[in-house]
């Protein structure tokens, strides 16, 4: 079967660093992405990683490695305003978008 | 222009009524998508159009019944809902093929009473 695990709570500090993790299992991969989404809102696309390594992007990067399955984004400097859904999804063999169930980030001042 | 637009962005219908969803991109994106999303969950994918045909239908109820009239306009029509299709809807699309960001509309927040 497909499956993407994520957590589904982090709380980090104004000011600070979180990691947020994903593993996947899925019928062919071409590619992953992260997107945010404050409550009530649609998604937003935050980055997509198809090969191996870093994408770095302002205080966003996401990293993926493909022989483990595994992506994280790293935020940094949060900000209030970080606090939101964190989705990972994936593009399955088929490109269709498999998605997590999210990782609600709550920060704190 | 980087906008997927969908109209109304609130609804409220009974269960016997009949209505629509609209959506709409300028982006010239061939693919098309209806998600839906309850609260705290992340989104399930309902329909996929790709070249204004419907290419997968994740067996959603018949009382959706989705129309796309050409390459820039999704529409989702509404029939004898049921209060658990309550729900924020979301219209995305996407050029397709390998490298496929989707843009999502706003949504629209459907209350079945």
């Known amino acids: 079967g497909q499956n993407i695990d994520q957590p589904t709570e982090m709380t980090a500090t104004e000011g600070a660093i979180v990691q947020i993790n994903c593993t996947y299992q899925?019928?062919?991969?071409?590619?992953l992405f992260w997107y945010q989404q404050h409550a009530g809102e649609a998604p937003t696309f935050l980055s997509y990683?198809?090969l191996d390594g870093l994408e770095e992007k302002g205080r966003f990067s996401s990293f993926l490695s493909r022989s483990k399955g595994y992506s994280y984004l790293l935020l940094k400097e949060l900000q209030m305003k970080d606090s939101a859904s964190y989705l990972c999804?994936?593009?399955?063999?088929?490109?269709?978008?498999?998605w997590g169930a999210g990782t609600k980030l709550i920060i704190k001042p | 222009d980087t906008e997927v637009t969908q109209t109304p962005k609130h609804l409220v219908m009974g269960m016997t009524n009949k209505k629509s969803l609209k959506c709409e991109q300028h982006m010239g994106h061939r693919a098309m998508y209806w998600y839906k999303q309850k609260a705290k969950k992340p989104p399930e994918l309902m329909f996929v159009?790709?070249?204004?045909?419907?290419?997968i239908n994740e067996s959603v109820p018949s009382r959706f019944s989705p129309e796309c009239p050409n390459s820039s306009l999704l529409n989702l029509h509404l029939h004898a809902l049921q209060p658990e299709d309550s729900a924020l809807y979301l219209c995305?699309?996407?050029?397709?093929?390998?490298?496929?960001?989707?843009?999502f509309g706003q949504g629209t927040r459907l209350t079945v009473v």
């Open positions: 899925t019928s062919g991969f071409n590619g």
């Open positions: 159009y790709s070249y204004e045909k419907l290419s």
């Open positions: 995305a699309s996407s050029q397709g093929g390998a490298y496929t960001e989707a843009f």
């Open positions: 999804a994936c593009l399955d063999s088929n490109y269709q978008l498999i």
């Open positions: 990683n198809v």
